[in-house]
């Protein structure tokens, strides 16, 4: 099957301090990268869409120069979280999708997620 | 915006029971999906369905797309203890590759050996 990574999977942060956190399709291409946000105990939330090459979606609510995604190749995308502050502690995951392909559904493969934690 | 309702929130069952979990929506879905979670790890897929009506099984797992598309189930027949975690629906609203999955609050399944 499809393999996505993370990386890191576990980060602590001053408060004011930026993160990035990579995620990359390991075996395939992915035209589609998907940002989530997880708290504890919930569902995920998906923050914004990113087409290789091309500039984020954003859902609402969320913030795009706060939440900045770079998905320069078909095999990374890039999420940073500017100027941490402690609401931001969560879990973000990632998925990836090849989009090339016509079916009825293109499978998200997802990431194993990264733990940020802002003290 | 869209929502998914899934019920129970949590299951504490007896290894080998059967379980049985639902979501509702008040949107028409395209597609459903069904997740599983194991802590501190992302989402693996288990069953994805397409057509109303629709019932699949992966193994002990069966899953039913509902027909107004509204709706679906997922059962787990004769529990194991792995089977513990978190268990998620998502529905796409678009046929496809154009859609973003909507997911539900999550089933937590804890199993007692």
């Known amino acids: 099957g499809a393999v996505v990574s993370q990386h890191p999977s576990r980060v602590i942060c001053k408060s004011g301090t930026s993160v990035k956190i990579e995620c990359r399709s390991l075996?395939?291409?992915?035209?589609?990268m998907f940002w989530y946000r997880q708290f504890p105990k919930k569902s995920l939330m998906l923050m914004a869409t990113s087409n290789e090459g091309s500039k984020a979606t954003y859902e609402q609510g969320v913030e795009k120069d706060k939440f900045l995604i770079n998905h320069a190749s078909l095999t990374l995308s890039t999420l940073t979280v500017t100027s941490a502050h402690p609401e931001d502690s969560s879990f973000y995951i990632c998925?990836?999708?090849?989009?090339?392909?016509?079916?009825?559904?293109?499978?998200?493969?997802f990431g194993p997620g990264t733990r940020l934690t802002v003290l | 915006g869209q929502q998914l309702n899934q019920s129970p929130q949590s299951m504490f069952i007896q290894e080998g029971e059967d379980v049985s979990m639902n979501c509702t929506s008040s949107?028409?879905?395209?597609?459903w999906l069904w997740y599983k979670q194991d802590p501190g790890e992302g989402p693996v897929l288990l069953i994805a369905l397409y057509k109303a009506g629709e019932l699949t099984s992966n193994g002990r797992l069966t899953a039913q797309f509902g027909i107004t598309r509204k709706d679906s189930f997922l059962n787990i027949s004769a529990s194991i203890p792995s089977d513990v975690g978190i268990y998620f629906c998502a529905g796409q609203l678009r046929s496809g590759n154009t859609g973003k999955l909507i997911f539900g609050q999550g089933t937590t399944l804890q199993v007692k050996p």
């Open positions: 949107s028409i879905f395209n597609t």
């Open positions: 075996d395939f291409q992915a035209t589609t």
């Open positions: 998925s990836a999708r090849d989009d090339r392909r016509q079916k009825n559904y293109n499978e998200q493969f």
